[in-house]
T-cell receptor, first 109, second 112 residues
Framework: GEQVEQLPSILRVQEGSSASINCSYE??????FPWYKQEPGENPKLIID?????ERKQIQELIVLLDKKAKRFSLHITDTQPGDSAMYFC????????FGDGTQLVVKP | ETAVFQTPNYHVTQVGNEVSFNCKQT?????MYWYKQDSKKLLKIMFS???????VNETVPRRFSPQSSDKAHLNLRIKSVEPEDSAVYLC???????????FGKGTRLTVV
């Protein structure tokens, strides 16, 4: 099946700075790339997604970029806040969804 | 708002016992999943079930088995639990495989 690599595993940033999480995939048939946020004690929830017909999508402070040629996609959080501290998972899907291993984001006040 | 319901929330059991976790989704989705999330927070797919087609992650031990009565329910049975089965088990559902996946709150299993 698809393999999704996610880096870094832990990311510590200062409040107000930006945070970037990078993912890569192997299967060129993958056409859907969601991002999930999991807060402590909660279940993962979708925060933003992008399909293969787009290269960039922004929802408020969240930006996702997709480079189909390089098979890479990334999440950028601008102006991070302590409430952004959580686990973030990327995923890739062509009809079966595969998750990355997650990134623990810590936003320091 | 929860639309994927899991029971129980927590379960503590002894090595060698059998356990069963329930999952129901009210979203009308056609695909359901079971994930295992360990202490390192890795999300590992165990099973996906779609239109009576079961896809099994080949790394899942045979003591685990999914049970489905209809497309809204996918239960998880573990025969003879082992200490390494201690984890949070997340049920999820989606409409086909390339749309948003909705997760339940999880069942935390502790094997003593």
């Amino acid at each position: 099946g698809e393999q999704v690599e996610q880096l870094p595993s832990i990311l510590r940033v200062q409040e107000g700075s930006s945070a970037s999480i990078n993912c890569s995939y192997e299967d060129s048939a993958s056409n859907y790339f969601p991002w999930y946020k999991q807060e402590p004690g909660e279940n993962p929830k979708l925060i933003i997604d992008i399909r293969s017909n787009m290269e960039r999508k922004q929802i408020q402070e969240l930006i996702v970029l997709l480079d189909k040629k390089a098979k890479r996609f990334s999440l950028h959080i601008t102006d991070t806040q302590p409430g952004d501290s959580a686990m973030y998972f990327c995923a890739a899907s062509d009809n079966r969804i595969f998750f990355g291993d997650g990134t623990q984001l810590v936003v320091k006040p | 708002e929860t639309a994927v319901f899991q029971t129980p929330n927590y379960h503590v059991t002894q090595v060698g016992n059998e356990v069963s976790f329930n999952c129901k989704q009210t979203l009308g989705h056609d695909t359901m999943y079971w994930y295992k999330q360990d202490s390192k927070k890795l999300l590992k797919i165990m099973f996906s079930y779609n239109n009576k087609q079961l896809i099994v992650n080949e790394t899942v031990p045979r003591r685990f088995s999914p049970q489905s009565s209809d497309k809204a329910h996918l239960n998880l049975r573990i025969k003879s639990v082992e200490p390494e089965d201690s984890a949070v088990y997340l049920c999820a559902s989606s409409f086909r495989g390339n749309t948003e996946v909705f997760f339940g709150k999880g069942t935390r299993l502790t094997v003593v």
